[in-house]
């Protein structure tokens, strides 16, 4: 098979994502909405044109074969995939990468840098997929350092042991997700686990980052699916005991999930395993309110019916991703299961929609099955998986879903601002939270001149106590002035959730884009305890500083 080349500069693999004649449709797309002119695009960089500083420190001898400093290797490590992160690429602003990046082979060379990066007090940035949204795996760890070495875990990249009977494995934390579903898949078993960037991340960067995943309702972070880890600090190893539950004390397993890399380098881990599904169903349903929408999210998520999708777009989400025309609020709803046919279950879920006034179509309501072994290909394929029907609302939905960040990027190389953030809040607060937010965000856009722009909301997840509202920023930028629009759009956003008492992210971590709002989340004894955890694993500081907490 060809080898893909992944892009230094943004998401995704080169020769993937839209053309040069689509960005230019595209352009005109925005021309007529924005009603903006002189579009221009901006060409992606190539690695000979940066000019990166020369590496401050050298790998000792013992490490040096597992180690590079190629520019194409330390500028690929400079970032993340966030809105930021690309629009310094496309600006050829790579002022900051890593000194050196290392690939350990196993455990011991992990332990062996960790070793190096102490006594050296060089800084060791923990790398999985580098999808980070919020300056997670950034290079830019201030003077106190030597250097940067970023440790990108990707081969270590295995499932090592399954336990048939358990329905667990245990895997290696470098394997992306495709990788591990194929190793998983002759064992007719999955992970289940799709977040968005799902074709470039890791096992190891879900559980650092408590990531979220496919399932919108009971199985929705990556927390739900570990069952013990195995972690290398400056300290030594940690590794928890594989139980299916304890009492015993708080959960060493919760002190590293989440983590992100400052604690300790996650590589391996026993995971709790699903049955492929076989047996599926999915319905659409359109509201004229949205907060009727709400309504029938909240009835399902507190139904016990349990969806695998329950995912409500507003009018203009709806348009905006082609699920449908923008003259109603739509509610995609999904069901899956390896053990049964799930008719009755898509019959109650419509029921629900029906009793808050949703409309729905009897078209828009499929109920199918697969036979004992075709159900591989049905539910290995990416991001989302397989909810419901290839085509139609859920069909376009999930095929712009997998193809927004790769469109993210051409709206950031027209000059555009195209953001996302998300949360999650009770239902009591989620009308005014709702409000409060679009109102925010409209007032920055209009007051650092990114008018006239669009605020879309959609849910990503609903609990019986809260839904996890998921908001998308477009809008025009001036010239030169995309950053500092950007920063003043966010604040605004970010100071708005605070205010309402919701959570400054749901499921893309805190990095350092969110830490500002993460010191106000949470309680300050919580901080001073995990402060000292960072010291007794991390007593030199060097794991990810500026992330979380901030070294002694």
Known sequence: MERRTRRFWGWGYEGEGPTRQQQEKLAGTLTARFGIEGLTIVDPPTVDELDLPAPRVKPPDALAPICSVEPVDRAGHTYGKSFRDVVRALQRDFRSPPDVVAYPRAERDVAALLDWCSDAHVAAIPYGGGSSVVGGVEAAVGDGYAGVVTIDLARLDSVIDIDRASRAARIQAGVYGPALEDQLRPHGLTLRHYPQSFELSTLGGWIATRSGGHYATLYTHIDDFVESLRVVTPRGIVETRRLPGSGAGPSPDRWFTGSEGTLGVITE???????????????TARFDRFEDGAAAARALAQSGLFPANCRLLDAT??????????????????????????????????????????????????????????????????????????GGAAGAWRNAF???????????????????????????VFPELHASVVAATTEAMKSVGAWPGIVTCRFTHVYPDGPAPYFTVMAPARAGAQLEQWAAIKQAASDALIAHGATITHHHAVGRDHRPWYDRQRPDLFAGALRAAKRSLDPDGILNPGVLVDPA
């Open 317 to 390: 989400e709806a348009m905006v991703t082609g699920t449908d025309d923008g003259r109603a609020h739509v509610l995609l709803v999904a069901f899956e299961s390896a053990d049964h046919p799930l008719g009755p279950w898509i019959t109650r879920a419509v029921e629900c929609a029906r009793d808050h006034a949703g409309i729905v179509q009897d078209d828009a309501i499929t109920v199918r099955s697969a036979s004992a072994g075709s159900e591989g290909s049905e539910g290995s394929e990416g991001s989302e998986g397989s909810e419901g029907e290839r």
């Open 402 to 428: 997998v193809r927004a960040p790769y469109t993210r990027d051409a709206l950031v190389g027209l000059g555009m601002i195209s953001e996302t953030f998300e949360t999650a809040t009770t239902w009591d």
């Open 269 to 283: 881990a026993w995971m709790r395993l699903q049955d492929r599904p076989r047996f599926r169903a999915a319905a």
